[in-house]
């Protein structure tokens, strides 16, 4: 059974940091692509990062140079490393295995998603 846990959110003053983890079950990341999305209230979900399964990273333009996606094969877990956080940020964040051992960008190919993880950035 596929399953993607996400764990680490919280609350995080402004300019904080935080480090999510998604774990990933029932499939490896040696032949699937991992993205990270975000959904606050009353908006549209998010594409945020993406890392394809031979490591090559993708990013949103809204956190481009202040998160950082790394897959540990190992452990078969996704993290994202969230830096300088805004209050903006705050969201729903969910990972999510896209059926492509590259990220493609193209939201149906997602297949499997995550509970999510709440992230909470005061002002």
């Known amino acids: 059974e596929v399953q993607l846990v996400e764990s680490g959110g919280g609350l995080v003053q402004a300019g904080g940091s935080l480090r999510l983890a998604c774990a990933a079950s029932?499939?490896?990341?040696?032949?699937?692509?991992v993205g990270w999305f975000r959904q606050a209230p009353g908006k549209e979900r998010e594409g945020i990062s993406c890392?394809?399964?031979?490591?090559?990273?993708y990013y949103a333009d809204s956190v481009m140079g202040r998160f950082t996606i790394s897959s540990d094969h190992a452990e078969n877990t996704v993290y994202l490393q969230m830096s300088s956080l805004k209050p903006e940020d705050t969201a729903v964040y969910y990972c999510?295995?896209?059926?492509?051992?590259?990220?493609?960008?193209?939201?149906?190919?997602?297949?499997?998603w995550g509970q999510g993880t709440q992230v909470t950035v005061s002002s």
């Open positions: 890392v394809s399964s031979d490591g090559s990273k």
């Open positions: 999510a295995r896209e059926d492509s051992h590259v990220c493609t960008g193209y939201a149906p190919n997602y297949d499997y």
């Open positions: 029932g499939f490896t990341l040696d032949y699937y692509a």
